[in-house]
C-alpha cells in the first residue's frame, strides 16, 4: 500500500454514518477556522490599541490560526481514509481543547475578548474530539 492509497475502504468512508460524521467534523472545523481568521484580521486592524492587543494576543491568535489551518488539513485527509490524518486530527484537536481550556481559565494572562473567542474556538474544538474519538469513526481507522 502506497502513502496515496486510503487505509479505510470506499465502503466504509462512504457510510452514511461515516460521510455524517466527517461532514460535521469539517463544518466545526471550519468554523474554527472561520473565527481564527477573524480574529487575526481583529488583531491586524487593533494593532495599534496595546491595551486590546498584547505581545501575547498576537502570539496566541497566530498559533491558533496556524493550528486551525492543520486541522483542516488533518480533517480532509482523514476524510479520504488516511490513517495519519486521523491520528493527527486526533491529536491536533485534543491538544488544542486543552490549550484553550487553559487560555479561558488563566485570569488576566488574555483580556477577556480573547478569552471568549478562545471559549467559542473550544466549543467547536470539543465537538470534533466527541466526533473523532467516538465509536464509529475509531473503528473505521482500527489496524484490521
Known amino acids: 500500500m502506497n502513502a496515496r492509497t486510503p487505509a479505510v475502504s470506499e465502503q466504509d468512508l462512504n457510510h452514511?454514518?461515516?460521510l455524517s460524521a466527517f461532514r460535521t467534523v469539517k463544518l466545526l472545523v471550519g468554523g474554527y477556522l472561520g473565527l481564527s481568521v477573524l480574529t487575526m484580521v481583529a488583531v491586524i486592524?487593533?494593532?495599534?490599541?496595546?491595551s486590546v492587543v498584547t505581545d501575547a494576543v498576537w502570539v496566541r491568535a497566530s498559533i491558533v490560526t496556524l493550528s486551525?489551518?492543520?486541522t483542516l488539513a488533518f480533517s480532509f485527509s482523514a476524510a479520504?481514509?488516511?490513517r495519519r490524518g486521523f491520528l493527527r486530527l486526533r491529536l491536533v484537536s485534543a491538544i488544542?481543547?486543552?490549550a484553550i481550556a487553559v487560555i479561558v481559565a488563566l485570569p488576566?494572562?488574555?483580556p477577556?475578548?480573547?478569552r471568549v473567542e478562545q471559549a467559542v474556538c473550544g466549543l467547536l474544538l470539543a465537538g470534533v474530539?466527541?466526533?473523532?474519538?467516538g465509536r464509529h469513526l475509531r473503528s473505521l481507522f482500527a489496524t484490521r
Do not use: I, K
Open 45 to 50: 486592524l487593533l494593532r495599534d490599541d496595546t
Open 16 to 18: 452514511p454514518s461515516s
Open 96 to 98: 488544542m481543547l486543552v
Open 112 to 114: 477577556v475578548w480573547l
Open 80 to 82: 479520504r481514509g488516511s
Open 108 to 110: 488576566g494572562a488574555f
Open 129 to 133: 474530539v466527541v466526533l473523532v474519538n
Open 68 to 70: 486551525a489551518l492543520l
